[in-house]
């Protein structure tokens, strides 16, 4: 019998197998498509998860990133990242990257999806197939946080936000991450090669994006008569959780639950748990998981509810960038928090 299978082969999915792998750990990922996979992502890898890929053998071709620079009409706010260089990379070529080091590692990535799993008392089957435990790294919209009942109520409809990206053949005119902020939402602006740049819109509004990106004249100014790559979109993004452990599965990644992309940190939280779900697997101590991952979600958690509540007044959000920039000790240790290994 297998010690693990992995339900998806996105980035933590495949970190996941990687540490398994590393852990001695006889592994497998069921993921249904073939690589490399797209996904909407604002495609920013803060310091600690650049750190978390390359201690993984993971080193992909991006751009470097300095730091967060806040933008608001003609105030901005910046603040270098204190603990190491981010890199933007396309997703694509993060997940080509990941594909080769899970390759050498010998590990099998298989479709198709998981659909089905029965708990026995030691052992689980994943599609018929017995293991004696189930990752699931398979995303937002998690099957399997469903299926094991830990799934908890969406927020109001009102509250919901999605995301939307494309990218412009266009060279970077900064190292940091722009964050543009509006009365409806956030571009982000991440360089991610010499001649490109990813722009990710974040609102509860639902409307395309050559609708929103005129609420960012900044942006669309820069964008206007570049070629634009097609539109990617996710969400609601928040997806809420009763626990991350039930019985032999653990959640891990997105699937793990997910408050929103405003801090970009996801994929630096999805190693992080996939390093502490390997560590519980090997140890046979499942639950001792359930509380490690409360513990590295907190942080994230914090800031990035309290950023979302805080700007929520049209009043507050206009403060926001200006606030920022006379505190720029404060911003600072913001984003040092959001940088440093989960
Ligand atoms: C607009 C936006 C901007 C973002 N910006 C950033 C950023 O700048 N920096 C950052 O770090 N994070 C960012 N994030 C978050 C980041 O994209 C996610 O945290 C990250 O992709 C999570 O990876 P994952 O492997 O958990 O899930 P995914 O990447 O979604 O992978 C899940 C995989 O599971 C597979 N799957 C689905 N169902 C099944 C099944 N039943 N069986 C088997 N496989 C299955 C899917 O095919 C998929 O490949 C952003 C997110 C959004 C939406």
Known sequence: MRDLVVAGGGP????????????????????????PIDKACG?????????????????????????????????????????????????????????????RAGITVTGPE?????HRSDHILVDDEPARYLVAADGLHSRIRGLVGLDAPAAGDRRRRYGLRRHANLAPWTDFVEVHWSAI???YVTPVSGDQVGVALLTAQRR???????QFPAVADRLAGRDLTRVRGAGPLRQRVHGRVCGR???????????????????ALGLAQARAAVAAVAADDPHRYDTQARRLGRRHT?????????????????????AARWLPGVFGAVVDQLARPA
């Open 114 to 118: 998981v659909r089905q799993i029965r």
């Open 208 to 214: 395309g994006f050559d609708d929103l990106i005129g």
């Open 302 to 322: 914090a800031l990035t509810v309290g950023l979302l509540v805080a700007t929520r007044p049209t009043a507050l959000r206009r403060r926001l960038v200006p």
């Open 185 to 187: 939402g956030e571009a």
């Open 12 to 35: 933590v999915g495949l970190a996941t197998a990687l540490y398994a792998a590393r852990a001695g750990l006889d592994v497998v990922v069921r993921e249904p498509r073939a690589g």
């Open 43 to 103: 495609e920013g890898l803060m310091p600690g998860a650049v750190v978390a890929l390359a201690e993984l053998g993971v080193v992909p071709a991006g751009h470097p990133i300095v730091g967060i620079r806040y933008v608001d009409g003609s105030s901005r706010a910046e603040a270098p990242f204190r603990c190491g260089i981010g890199l933007g990379v396309r997703r694509t070529a993060l997940h080509a990257t990941m594909l080769d080091a899970v390759s």
């Open 249 to 267: 599965v653990l959640l891990v990644g997105d699937a793990a639950g997910y408050v929103d992309a405003l801090t970009g940190e996801g994929i």
